[in-house]
């Protein structure tokens, strides 16, 4: 089970939300820091202007701002809403507009991606305007999908303008939560639609959360023991995304005392710690996480060590033996401790929000069955990861090649004056 940490740091005399997952030693899984003076563009939707298309990139360079472009793929231009179009005979052209949301953050020197598929996410559903399949999250059981499906196929003929996904998250809820969240997603989604037609270019229809909601409205629910926070204003917050009134925030008669934990109707403690002699950076060791999350070398237990070393092109690891010296020599040894390397790149590239290639260099092995356990064990250990990550195979070479969906900034470029 996890722990949802937020809390405001300052590094290098910037002040950040740090929101992070804890797993039930105290190790740092996830971390997200954001700067508390600008809050990132990722899921808010605008009407955009179409600056150009580029026919040879199969995609459209489009404007959100005066001063921000961003990048629309072609192939995302599914059943688009324009406010404006210049041109009936092309699929899109300069100038027209349209609704777009932000789909991806800016990266190095590449400006942030748009899509014309909007997301409406709840706690237990979503609503999109341009895929408009109904799905089921895999994770559910065999039952709960086809409960689901066959709901959703009832519904089908109020859904032709629209998809729904029902997320993992609504195991822990009741048809009546998950359906009324639906609902409430639908008018959302088609109030927005309807108010778009009037508004003009670069209008924002809607900002997404806070970042620290919108992570917490995204882990899976029944993972989640507690979330912790030292800011009242964001406990509040967080309590009112669980549906917690202001009334229950208080308690006692006619001199109501401030309440610090409160649990939520699916068994979360939510708590708002308020040690004033040990804060909650220090009890949770939040620089020093950062600082080893940042760091080149990263120890294993068995004394081995891992290298990793970003590169503009892809992400480079190694493995080393390090200060390892139980059997040396002995295959059956290289094989544990490559097993021990794999457990901690899996929660490595979580951690750093590594995204795009991946080589790792693990120590060299004779046995091709020894080769298949490590590649296995490596698979089990990339499953609990949120993000797509594919494993590719082994090269001549004998380098492992994965590859991970980018969605966020890596911890690196996130704290780059950190480090």
Sequence with gaps: ???????????????????????????????????????????????????????????????ISPSQTCYLPLEDLKHPIFTKKQSQKKQLCAGDELVVQVSREAQKTKEPSVTTNLSFDGRYAVVTSG?????????????LRLHYRERLEEQRSALKDCGVIIRTNASTADDEKVFAELEVLLREYRSLAAAAKHMTAYSILKEALPSYLKDLQDLPQSTLEQVVTDDREIFEKVCHFYGIGAECLTEGGSVPALRYEISTDTGILLRH???????????????????????????????????????????????NTGKNVAKKDSQENFLRVNKDAAAEIARQLRLRNISGIILIDFINMTSGEAEQELLSYLR????????????????????????RKKRRKPLRESLHSYQ
Aim: charged share 20%; aromatic share 8%.
């Design 1 to 63: 089970m996890y722990r949802y940490l937020i809390t405001r740091q300052v590094l290098s005399g910037q002040q950040y939300f740090i929101c992070a997952l804890f797993d039930e030693n105290k190790k740092m899984v996830e971390v997200f820091p954001v700067p508390a003076d600008s809050e990132p563009l990722l899921g808010n939707i605008y009407i955009g202007r179409v600056e150009n298309v580029v026919a040879n990139l199969n995609a459209a360079f489009v404007k």
């Design 131 to 143: 895929n408009r399949k109904c799905s089921v999250s895999s994770k559910l059981s065999k039952e």
């Design 273 to 319: 710690y308020h040690d004033a002699d040990y804060s909650l950076q220090a009890l949770y060791g939040i620089r020093e996480n950062l600082r080893a999350a940042l760091s080149e070398r990263v120890w294993l237990k068995s004394g081995a060590y891992l290298i990793i070393q970003p590169t503009e092109a892809l992400t480079v690891i190694d493995v």
């Design 380 to 403: 089990a250990c990339l499953k609990s990861d949120p993000v797509p990550v594919q494993l590719v195979d082994i090269t001549k070479l004998g380098l492992v090649e994965l590859t």
